[in-house]
């Protein structure tokens, strides 16, 4: 499995790079980073935005909640602000899942085998 090397990481992300990386649009990202105080990315002297890693996390959570649990930004609002841990689990679980699952595709890739008729993974 191919590790991510320092080559492949960067300090900071274009707003058009999160956009295609998250596949969520860049009009999105402004509005989220004026509604969550989380999303606080630099500003160069022009102001272009820079995501950082923990920028693009704190992205990926509030997507998390907003499209795939269908909260309103308000109730996203509130699911942070009541219980952020329990919240943060359960999006560290539902991502690593993903992660699994990404892995589990790869390996029959490699194996050039392909699961049974009918059986999702």
């Not at 309103?72 to 609002?77: N, S």
């Amino acid at each position: 499995m191919p590790l991510k090397t320092d080559k492949n990481l960067k300090r900071y992300y274009s707003i058009r790079e999160v956009s295609e990386l998250l596949n969520i649009p860049e009009s999105t990202l402004r509005y989220w980073e004026k509604e969550f105080k989380e999303i606080s990315p630099k500003k160069t002297a022009t102001g272009i935005r820079q995501y950082s890693e923990a920028d693009i996390n704190q992205i990926k959570f509030v997507s998390f909640l907003v499209h795939d649990n269908h909260l309103t930004i308000k109730g996203a609002h509130q699911r942070m602000r009541e219980n952020p841990k329990q919240a943060a689990d359960t999006h560290d679980i539902v991502t690593r899942l993903e992660n699994v699952r990404k892995e589990l595709l790869a390996v029959l890739v490699e194996l050039d085998t392909t699961p049974p008729c009918g059986q999702p993974l």
